[in-house]
C-alpha cells in the first residue's frame, strides 16, 4: 500500500515597498498555483484589490491601508490569510 501525504499549500510570502506615491508588492512564485489574489488591509478587513497571474503589483495605496497580503490559488482552493501573511510599510 502506498499513502501519499498531500503537502499544505505553500504561501505567497509578500514583500511591499513603497516608491513613488505607489506600494509595490512581489512574491516567490508558489507551486502548482494558477493565479494569485491581492488584498489591502483596511478597517480591520480584507478587501480584495486585483487577481493576476504574475508574481508582483504596483498599487495605489489608501489612507486607511494597515496591511497587504496574497493568497494564491492552487488545486481550486484559495490558500487563508494569516495575521503573520500580512506585510505592512516601513516608511
Known amino acids: 500500500i502506498t499513502v501519499t501525504l498531500?503537502?499544505?499549500?505553500?504561501?505567497?510570502?509578500?514583500t511591499a515597498t513603497a516608491k513613488d506615491g505607489k506600494i509595490i508588492l512581489k512574491w516567490k512564485a508558489v507551486p502548482n498555483a494558477k493565479k494569485y489574489a491581492v488584498y489591502r488591509v483596511s478597517k480591520s478587513k480584507l478587501q480584495k484589490i486585483t487577481t493576476t497571474t504574475k508574481t508582483s503589483v504596483v498599487i495605489k495605496p489608501r489612507s486607511t491601508d494597515t496591511g497587504y497580503?496574497?493568497?494564491a490559488y492552487i488545486n481550486g482552493k484559495w490558500t487563508k490569510i494569516t495575521k503573520s501573511d500580512i506585510v505592512t510599510i516601513s516608511e
Open 69 to 71: 497580503a496574497v493568497k
Open 6 to 14: 498531500e503537502k499544505a499549500a505553500a504561501k505567497p510570502a509578500v
